[in-house]
C-alpha cells in the first residue's frame, strides 16, 4: 500500500472543505467545514436508526456525503453510489481502477484499505467496517499501449526504403544526363 501523495492529499482537503455545507446535521463531521454550495447529500438509512457520514469521491461513483445506517458494508455503499469504474484493457490502453478508504488517524489521513473493484465483493469479510467521517476513493489510472511491431509494420517500412531508394536511383540518373 502507497501513502497518497501531497496533491492527493491538497484536493482530497478541498473537496472535504467544499462537502462541509452539504450536511444539515450539527453532528456531522463535514459541518465544521465552511460553507460550499453543490455538493449532493444522500440518505440511505432507517428513520431513527444509527447512521454515519461517509464522503464518496472519484471516477464512476456519485460524488458527494453519504448519511448510511451505521453497520453498511463498503461494498453496500459503493453500490448505493452507483458502483465504481472497473478495471479494463483494450489493444490501445490499460485501465486500472483502485477504491481506498481513507481514515482520519491521529490527525492525518491514512488509507486503512485499498482494493481493486472485481476484487472489492471477494473480500467483504475483511474489508473494514465503515466509520463517520470515512472518505471511500475511487482512482483510475490510464497507460496506453504501445502495440507490438506487426509484419504489416514491416511491409510499410519496406514499402518507404523502396519509394526512398526509387527516387535516389531517379536523381542520379537525371544528374547524369
Known amino acids: 500500500m502507497t501513502m497518497p501523495s501531497f496533491s492527493r492529499l491538497a484536493v482530497l482537503g478541498l473537496a472535504l472543505l467544499a462537502a462541509g455545507a452539504a450536511s444539515a446535521q450539527t453532528d456531522s463531521p463535514f459541518s465544521t467545514m465552511p460553507e460550499s454550495r453543490g455538493t449532493s447529500y444522500f440518505l440511505f438509512a432507517e428513520p431513527g436508526a444509527p447512521t454515519i457520514e461517509v464522503l464518496m469521491l472519484g471516477e464512476g461513483t456519485r460524488n458527494g456525503i453519504y448519511r448510511l445506517q451505521d453497520g453498511t458494508s463498503m461494498v453496500d455503499a459503493i453500490a448505493l453510489a452507483g458502483g465504481t469504474a472497473r478495471s479494463?484493457?483494450?489493444?490501445?490502453?490499460?485501465?486500472?481502477?483502485?477504491?481506498?478508504?481513507?481514515?482520519?488517524?491521529g490527525g492525518s489521513t491514512q488509507v486503512i484499505y485499498q482494493v481493486t473493484p472485481e476484487r472489492l465483493p471477494l473480500e467483504r469479510d475483511i474489508q473494514p467496517s465503515l466509520q463517520t467521517g470515512d472518505v471511500i476513493e475511487t482512482e483510475v489510472a490510464y497507460e496506453v499501449v504501445k502495440p507490438p511491431f506487426t509484419f504489416r509494420d514491416g511491409l510499410e517500412i519496406a514499402g518507404r526504403v523502396a519509394s526512398l531508394v526509387s527516387a535516389v536511383i531517379l536523381l542520379t540518373q537525371r544528374l547524369r544526363n
Do not use: C, G, Y
Not at 88 to 105: F, G, H, K, P, Y
Open 88 to 105: 479494463d484493457s483494450t489493444e490501445r490502453q490499460i485501465r486500472t481502477a483502485t477504491v481506498r478508504l481513507l481514515r482520519n488517524v
